[in-house]
C-alpha cells in the first residue's frame, strides 16, 4: 500500500519536472526568426512610432531566462505592450527559446 503510493508520487514528481522544463533554445532557429524583431530592436537608440513614441529596449546581452519570462508575460497579457502583446502571440515556447538563446548569447 505504501509502496504502490510512492510509484503514483514519483509519476507525479516526473511529470511535473517534464511540464516545468523549457526547452533549451537554438541560436541558429533564433537568428532567423529574429528577423522580424530587428525592425525595432536592431536599431541602438531607435524608438517607436506608433502607437505612441516609446524607447524600444535593447535585447542582446539580456539573460535568456529573462528574455522569455518577458515574451511570455507580452503573450499572457501580464506584460502590456500592445505591438508586443501582438508579437508575443504568435510565437510558441519554442520560438520563445531560440529567440531569447539568441539574443542572450550576446548577439547585438
Ligand atoms: C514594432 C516594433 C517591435 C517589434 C517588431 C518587436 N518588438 Fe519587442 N518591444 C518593442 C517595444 C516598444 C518594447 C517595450 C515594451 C514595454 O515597455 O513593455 C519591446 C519589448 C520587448 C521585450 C522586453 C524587453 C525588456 O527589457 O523587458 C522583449 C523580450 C522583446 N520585446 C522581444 C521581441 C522579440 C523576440 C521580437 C521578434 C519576435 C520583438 N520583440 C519584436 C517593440 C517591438
Do not use: F, N
Not at 508520487?9 to 526547452?23: E, I, K, N, R, Y
Not at 536592431?42 to 539580456?62: E, N, S
Amino acid at each position: 500500500m505504501i509502496a504502490r503510493g510512492m510509484t503514483a508520487l514519483a509519476a507525479l514528481a516526473v511529470a511535473g519536472a517534464a511540464l516545468a522544463q523549457t526547452p533549451a533554445g537554438s541560436a541558429e532557429a533564433g537568428r532567423k526568426k529574429a528577423a522580424m524583431c530587428e525592425g525595432c530592436h536592431g536599431i541602438p537608440g531607435y524608438r517607436t512610432a506608433y502607437p505612441v513614441v516609446y524607447a524600444v529596449p535593447k535585447l542582446g546581452g539580456q539573460r535568456p531566462e529573462y528574455l522569455v519570462k518577458a515574451l511570455q508575460a507580452y503573450r499572457s497579457g501580464e506584460r502590456w505592450h500592445p505591438t508586443m502583446r501582438g508579437i508575443a502571440a504568435g510565437l510558441t515556447d519554442e520560438d520563445m527559446a531560440d529567440l531569447a538563446a539568441y539574443y542572450g548569447g550576446g548577439a547585438k
